[in-house]
């Protein structure tokens, strides 16, 4: 006689070598999109496939997880997903926490889905509202960070930042040879929000005459005097890099494009380059333009680099859910793929430290 013995799927076959998990994992995306999210769900994919996991989108960040918007993950769905910007979950600025109900809703939707854990991609609110699920609620979160700002903590680099300072490199190159055959001043405005990490690097990278950024107050007059030395001394045109939240007098504050407010109390910046551009052109008499790169920065397609990052944090966060090792952020330092709690990688800001103004302020001093 035969006997069959009914082993399920999801321990017949072990590729990642972590151990088999009949687990149902949801993914999200919240937050400003950026490129780089595309590689890390597909990175998390397929790790809990490959351990007979089993894989839902929720989609528009926390929008998707609390009315129970879903859609199925498979390794065929997300394996040529690795080139495209954006999210193929979709995003939002919800914030679950600004409603008790909408919290209870998310429970309960987490409930009804049957979801053993919850990837959150996302900056510092998105990873706010995982670690405060997992602390108040002990919901099984994993988070992984990301944003093309570069300002979070705990990890020496966030995937999207390296595409957003190709943008702007490309672009200003761009700019530079119109700016020199009219011997015009181009200033360019960067996003960045309260980190200068985007203008800093992209001013280095472009050779900058000037960079702006929100951690250093802005010396409007020695600006204008590099400026007009540099032009006395024969370079007649000049790029000067200012970063979205810059900051041009304390009275006045921040620059904003319509002082709309998000979910987390955020301000939408912009519109400060337009006011260094007035002020070059009253000061020095030089025809100045003022370019604001806006969205641009965000889109398309990721970087080798971003790719790369965003496809190892993938991987990582994966394992993490398959280890357990829930209330934690998967995170780069050095060159290695590591865990944090997520306690300690949200609510401060990784700013711009002075020893790297510094580097760049050689060239504008
Ligand atoms: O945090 C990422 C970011 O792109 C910031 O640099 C910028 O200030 C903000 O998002 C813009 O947000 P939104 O897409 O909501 O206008």
Sequence with gaps: MVLTVMVPACHTQLKNG?????????ILTGGGDC???NPVIRGVVRTITNAGGEMVGLLQGWRGAIQGITTPLTVENTDDIIWKG???LGSSRTNPYKKPEDVQQLLETFKKLGLDALVAIGGDDTL???NKLYRDYKLNTIGCPKTIDNDLSCTDVTFGFDTAINIVMEATDR???TAESHRRIV???TMGRHAGWIALHSGIATAADYVLIPEVPVDVDHMCSVLKRRREEGKEYAIVVVSEGAVLSHEDG???QDAKIDDFGHVSLGGVGESVSKIIEHRLGVETRCVILGHVQRGGS???YDRVLGTRLGVGAGRLVLEKKFGRMVALQGTHIVDVALEDAVGKLKTVEMEYYKEAAEFFT
Excluded: D, H, N
Excluded at 18 to 26: A, T
């Design 254 to 256: 921040f620059v904003t």
């Design 128 to 130: 706010g509202v995982a």
């Design 86 to 88: 954006g999210t193929i």
């Design 18 to 26: 972590i151990g088999s998990s009949c687990m149902k994992v949801g």
């Design 35 to 37: 490129p780089g999210l």
């Design 175 to 177: 700019l530079r040879t």
């Design 187 to 189: 200033v360019i405005e």
């Design 302 to 304: 990721p970087t080798a």
